[in-house]
């Protein structure tokens, strides 16, 4: 769905942030991980293309970024940014959702019904009338994510969506990501929870000083502990108990490691 | 030694009508790190806020009880009093940031400018910051050009250059990558062995229970309970607070296997592997 290819990129001439990056995205749901100031949050904006490659090029569906409008780019890919505030700009939360839909030519109607069904997914659907800037920081994130979900666009890109959020909120994100999948959407996601990455990616790329510098499937990503710990990226917690108790697989989930343990265990359950 | 002494503590805020801090009692001794935890709106924040006088002073609204930090009590100071003593890491890095400075290097500067130090204790500290939150390299970078954790790390390094007595951190590493949210962890943990209170809101729960002397649960304004990470990770009416426990816990948990106390579940990994190792075949 998206073709990458030898894109860098500076913001200063001379400190390059991008480094020849060349990467293809399928539907597989997508973790990026890596490093504070690795590039993450920077190759996500060139791929929305509010940033411009100094050379290379992305390929969205058939044409080139470079090529593109920002309205038909807009209307295939929704980007969550970092930090809610440089996304929130209207005066009410339904405002703000209803926003992106309007601005790439849905009818009121499917807009209305679109913002609505997205605000129900975060759980604001009774708080249509708040202020934005009245919400708390989770609760601003999570508007945020219902802005982009109304959009509808074949690629969603979340920019670390569970900041500040509690088990709920979490729980709330997992079932959007999975409600996405199901719905053949592209679904990448720049996060620093390894846990919740081991629960909810299929695809994991670690990116380092402005490379992607491993990509695979989540389960053999985390099996490169070397270079993950090269990256400054931790292995989730899950994994690291299987590896102290001295299991050579990987896990992903408490329900794997529990498994084996009573398989193996001297343990009368 | 009796640093932080909170009694029967009520807090509405204006123009809202339930108690964002419904009667809450606590003491905190000098040089315990203590964990904050408790679901979206159970009163983290308000409660941080508390304890550096920004409720009642910046937040107004109804107030009752006493805070009482170093002996001074809140209510009765000023913010600019008390923030000799206790500093504040806000929850969202950006509201941290002056925004009237141009470098990292200067907005770090600024906290420790009124606080009558010489300047090579000034540019000492700079420097040991900027090195322990490894952002020396961005020094001389504008804040708003940094990425979201580098901001996160430059907030954290201007309120502990400080060297408050006490530190209250409201969900400090929530953009961090995974060592740097261990390595603010071990530096805070470091801090408190060194005599400086801690009192830190996460949902990082596996971090909470390592680093923790004891753990506060908070829920709907109330204080449920303030006991050891163990203890409080091992109550079965967790999830009724919308809390959950660290995942070392959980497994222990499934496959019924206590700490040697008989009464508790492990909370952290070192815990866990101490209770599982020797019940599985090699
Ligand atoms: N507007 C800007 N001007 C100059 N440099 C910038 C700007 N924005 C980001 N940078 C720098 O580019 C690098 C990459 O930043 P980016 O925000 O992409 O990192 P990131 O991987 O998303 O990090 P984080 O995990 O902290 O969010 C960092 O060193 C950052 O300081
Ligand atoms: N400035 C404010 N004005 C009015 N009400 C507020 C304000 N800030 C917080 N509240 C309310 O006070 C209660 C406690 O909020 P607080 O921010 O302390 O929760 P929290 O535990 O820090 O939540 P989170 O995990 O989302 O940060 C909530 O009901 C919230 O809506
Ligand atoms: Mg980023
Ligand atoms: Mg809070």
């Known amino acids: ?269 | 030694m009796k640093k932080i002494v909170v009694e029967n503590l009520k807090y509405r805020y204006p123009s809202t009508e339930k108690l964002a801090l419904d009667d809450i009692s606590f003491t905190i001794n000098q040089g315990e790190f203590i964990g904050i935890i408790g679901q979206n709106s159970a009163g983290k924040s308000t409660l941080c806020q508390a304890l550096v006088g920004l409720v009642p002073h910046f937040y107004q609204g109804a107030y009752g009880g006493k805070v009482i930090v170093d002996g001074i009590e809140v209510k009765q100071s000023s913010i600019s009093e008390l923030s000799l003593k206790v500093g504040i890491v806000f929850q969202n890095p950006f509201t941290q940031v002056t925004g009237s400075k141009l470098t990292v290097y200067e907005e770090i500067a600024f906290g420790l400018e009124n606080m009558g130090l010489t300047r090579i204790e000034m540019l000492e500290r700079i420097d040991s910051v900027l090195d322990l939150f490894d952002i020396t390299a961005v020094k001389n970078r504008n804040p708003f050009d940094l990425s979201g954790g580098q901001m996160q790390r430059m907030a954290i390094a201007s309120i502990v250059a400080m060297k408050p007595d006490v530190i209250v951190l409201d969900e400090p590493t929530s953009q961090l990558d995974p060592q740097g949210s261990e390595e603010v962890f071990r530096a805070i943990g470091e801090l408190s062995n060194q005599g400086m209170t801690v009192v830190m809101v996460e949902h990082k729960i596996e971090k909470i229970a390592e680093y923790s002397d004891r753990v506060l649960l908070l829920h709907e304004g109330k204080c449920v309970d303030f006991a050891s990470p163990a203890d409080i990770f091992s109550r079965d009416d967790l999830h009724e607070y919308g809390v959950v426990a660290p995942v070392y816990t959980r497994v222990c948990q499934a496959l019924k296997q206590k700490n040697i106390d008989k009464k508790t579940y492990p909370a952290t990994l070192s815990e866990a592997v101490e209770v599982l190792r020797g019940k599985i075949h090699d």
């Not at chain 1, 539907?27 to 509010?50: D, H, M, P, Y």
């Not at chain 1, 846990?195 to 990509?215: M, P, S, Y």
């Not at chain 1, 994994?239 to 498994?259: D, H, M, P, R, S």
Request: aromatic share 6%; net charge negative; glycine share 6%.
């Open chain 1, 1 to 269: 769905m998206i073709k990458v290819k030898d894109v860098s990129f500076s913001y200063q001439a001379g400190t390059e942030i991008i480094k020849d990056i060349t990467l293809h995205f399928d539907q597989r749901s997508t973790a990026i991980i890596g490093q504070n100031g690795a590039g993450k949050t920077t190759f996500v904006k060139l791929l929305k293309g509010l940033l411009k490659p100094s050379s290379g090029d992305i390929i969205i569906g058939d044409s080139s970024v470079n090529e593109t409008t920002p309205a038909t780019l807009a209307k295939q890919i929704g980007l969550v940014f970092q930090n809610p505030n440089d996304q929130i700009f209207k005066r009410s939360v339904l405002e703000e959702v209803l926003f992106g839909p309007l601005n790439i030519g849905q009818n009121p109607e499917l807009a209305k019904e679109n913002a609505l069904n997205a605000l129900k997914m975060v759980g604001l659907e009774n708080r249509l009338e708040v202020n934005p800037q009245d919400l708390s920081l989770s609760d601003k994130k999570l508007l945020c994510i219902a802005s982009i979900i109304a959009m509808d666009t074949n690629i969603i890109i979340l920019d670390e969506p569970t900041i500040a959020q509690d088990h709920l909120g979490k729980q709330k994100i997992k079932e959007i990501i999975q409600s996405l999948k199901e719905k053949q959407k592209l679904v990448m996601t720049i996060i620093h929870d390894m846990d919740f990455v081991a629960e909810n990616f299929e695809r994991t790329i670690v990116f380092q000083q402005g490379k992607a510098i491993l990509d695979g499937s989540t389960r053999e990503v985390f099996a490169e502990s070397d270079i993950l710990a090269a990256a400054r990226v931790e292995p989730p917690s899950i994994t690291q108990l299987g590896y102290w108790l001295g299991y050579k697989q990987v896990f992903l989930t408490e329900k794997e490691l529990i498994e084996t343990i009573k398989t193996d265990s001297k343990i009368a359950l």
